[in-house]
Each structure stands twice: as structure tokens, then as C-alpha cells.
């Protein structure tokens, strides 16, 4: 299988002020990330906070941002489980409620043969294509390159990763002698630039402007190396501060709220939430793209 290449935001979980899923911010939301020629969406990753919601509110977001996508978006649905079974049902569900590929984290095992009996459990239960997501600094769990590649060998289904394992291109590189497996550049963007140029099949990450990286990713098809670098190296700046940890999840929504995209920067507790002085800051770097104009369309 295959997922089609390109750019899928990350999203975060939209709540209210008394914490409670905000529906009315949710279809903005989707349109802000698919109005620039995203190729879909992702959902209920770390970005959008999928543990932090109830099993009820699960399916609700599901169905909610299903009902909010244009037509011939993906959807894309994150999921991990610490038991093979409990992956398998939300893997079901999230088919049910209508995504189009699950972008699934491993189990917390560090044996390779676990790790690949829980992927052959979830794939057995759908029949999505399946986006291994590959973050050691979240999951605390390594996929290393010879693992990947049997997982693409063995599960037909298994369709792409997420690498966000620094450095990127040297996994994609080490990746790439073993398997076609396609290779979605992550960690916020900030190496989407090299990612690109080492042969990514595109970006799936939260960075909060994904028009943005939508015209990178057409400069780097294009063969406009030189535009693209220009580019990316006007965007590092607020890509690299709004990728801090815990609090990134704090200043997307803040710039979100600021776009006038969701109503509320909520964070569900616990959460690590900004400083006045931070947010100063991250207004700056939002205001000098503005003044770049690059932020216009």
C-alpha cells in the first residue's frame, strides 16, 4: 500500500475554556490545514493529544474532523496501545469513523519481536495503510533501520514511517539500502529542507503554518533547490521555537488562536504552559514572517 505523497499537518485538539472538545472550532481547523493543497491531515498524535482524551471523545474527533475534510483529503488517525488487542480495536474504530490510513506508534517493548507482532495485530484488523511512527524521544522505544525495513517486507500494509529520529537523513539514508519503504519527515519541520533533498515522500508534522511547507514541498519537486533553502531558512526560526518539548503543543495553539483558527489555546492537564515572555517572543517571529509577506497566501 501506499499513502499519497505530500503535506499532512499535524493537528492539535482543539478544547474549550472549561476543557470539553471544541466542535466549533474543529471544522476551521481542518479547513485552515487542507486550503493550501495538503494532501490530508493527521489527528490524535502527540500534537493532538490523543491520550489525554476519553475513549467517547476519541471517536467524536474521529467523526467530527471526518465530517469537516473535503473530499479527497486523507485522513489520517494516530493510535498506540500498550496491548496488542486494545491497538487492534482502536485501529477498527478509526476505520469505522472514517480515516484513511493509522498512523500507529509502537508498544512499549523494546524487543524486536513484540514490536513486529504488534504491528502484524493491528494490520490484521484494518484495512488502512499503516504509518509507523518512529519518535524514540515520545515512545522511548527504538525502531532501528533493519527493523523497519522487515516490517515493510512482512505487513503489505505497512505503507510509510514517520522518522523523527535525529539525525534523519543519515536513518533515511541507512533505511533506504534496505527497503522503498517512504519516508515522511517530522520533528516539526526542522530538518525538512534535508529530508526533502534526501528523497522524502513529504512532511507530517505540526508546524502551525502548513501552507508553508506545502510550497516547499512543490520547490523541492520541482528541482528549485535553491528557492526552497531560501525558503526553509526564512521559516526556521519559528519552526525551531515552536518546537520545544511539552510546550510546543501551547504555542501552536496560541499562533492557531491568533490565526483566528480555534477559539481557545486549552491544553489538557498536565501540561507545560508558557511564560508572557515566551509568548512575546513567539509574536515576534510570527510577525516578522508576516512582515516577509510569506504569510499571505
Known amino acids: 500500500m501506499r499513502l499519497p505523497e505530500g503535506v499532512y499537518p499535524i493537528l492539535p485538539t482543539p478544547f474549550t ?3 470539553s ?3 466549533e472550532s474543529i471544522p476551521r481547523l481542518a479547513a485552515y490545514a487542507t486550503s493550501h493543497g495538503e494532501a490530508g491531515l493527521a489527528i490524535l498524535g502527540v500534537m493532538g493529544e490523543g491520550q489525554k482524551l476519553t475513549a467517547e471523545e476519541r471517536r467524536e474527533a474521529i467523526a467530527l474532523f471526518r465530517a469537516a475534510l473535503p473530499e479527497g483529503k486523507e485522513l489520517v488517525v494516530g493510535l498506540s496501545a500498550p496491548a496488542n488487542r486494545v491497538a487492534a480495536e482502536l485501529a477498527k474504530e478509526a476505520e469505522a469513523l472514517g480515516a484513511t490510513a493509522l498512523m500507529v506508534g509502537p508498544p512499549p ?3 524486536d519481536e513484540a514490536i513486529l507482532a504488534y504491528y502484524q495485530e493491528v494490520a490484521r484488523a484494518t484495512s488502512l495503510p499503516l504509518v509507523i511512527h518512529d519518535y524514540p524521544a515520545s515512545t522511548g522505544i527504538t525502531l532501528t533501520p533493519s527493523l523497519l525495513a ?3 517486507a512482512d505487513i503489505p500494509s505497512v505503507a510509510a514511517v514517520k522518522l523523527e529520529e535525529a539525525p534523519t537523513v543519515e536513518k533515511m539514508e541507512a533505511l533506504k539500502k534496505l527497503s ?4 515522511f519527515g517530522a520533528l516539526g519541520g526542522l530538518f525538512a529542507f534535508e529530508e526533502l533533498k534526501a528523497g522524502a515522500a513529504g512532511i507530517m508534522t505540526g508546524f502551525s503554518y502548513p501552507g508553508l511547507l506545502v510550497k516547499l514541498f512543490h520547490l523541492a519537486r520541482e528541482g528549485l533547490w535553491e528557492e526552497a533553502d531560501d525558503l526553509f531558512h526564512l521559516m526556521v526560526p519559528l519552526i525551531r521555537f515552536e518546537f520545544q518539548g511539552a510546550l510546543g503543543i501551547s504555542l501552536r495553539k496560541h499562533l492557531l488562536v491568533w490565526e483566528g483558527v480555534i477559539r481557545y489555546p486549552i491544553v489538557r492537564a498536565p501540561a507545560t504552559l508558557p511564560s508572557a515572555a515566551t509568548l512575546e517572543r513567539l509574536r515576534a517571529l510570527r510577525d516578522r514572517l508576516q ?3 510569506i ?3
Open 21 to 23: 472538545l471544541d466542535r
Open 150 to 152: 522487515k516490517m515493510a
Open 295 to 297: 504569510l499571505s497566501d
Open 180 to 183: 522503498s519503504l517512504a519516508v
Open 291 to 293: 512582515a516577509q509577506g
Open 17 to 19: 475554556q472549561d476543557g
Open 109 to 111: 517493548v523494546q524487543k
